[in-house]
Nanobody, 116 residues
Framework: QVQLVESGGGLVQPGRSLRLSCTASGNIRGWRLMGWYRQVPGKERELVADLDTTGGLNYGESAKGRFTILRNNARTMVFLQMNSVNEEDTAVYYC??????????WGQGTQVTVSS
């Protein structure tokens, strides 16, 4: 079983920065992908950024040039550095981990609200 716990969400002003964290535990050895998705009411969950175990990165269009995904050396945490946020970034951000057997695991989500 995999547990994913997000933190770092909250209210942020347009143009400012925010950093999200996701801590993974449980049966995470050999995970294939780890990253971030986001969802707003009435829309499908969309990719923000993810990374694989070789260091390969994948960014959604909305994140390119503004957001950076990072992980710790132990491969138990991923971070999302969000710069120059705007109101369209308001969403619930979910951590996602694809384990060694290809199963998809989700965190509970953390709300990010961009507003002046």
């Amino acid at each position: 079983q995999v547990q994913l716990v997000e933190s770092g969400g909250g209210l942020v002003q347009p143009g400012r920065s925010l950093r999200l964290s996701c801590t993974a535990s449980g049966n995470i050895r050999g995970w294939r992908l780890m990253g971030w998705y986001r969802q707003v009411p009435g829309k499908e969950r969309e990719l923000v950024a993810d990374l694989d175990t070789t260091g390969g990165l994948n960014y959604g269009e909305s994140a390119k040039g503004r957001f950076t995904i990072l992980r710790n050396n132990a491969r138990t945490m991923v971070f999302l550095q969000m710069n120059s946020v705007n109101e369209e970034d308001t969403a619930v951000y979910y951590c996602r981990l694809v384990d060694s057997e290809g199963r998809i695991n989700w965190g509970q989500g953390t709300q990010v609200t961009v507003s002046s």
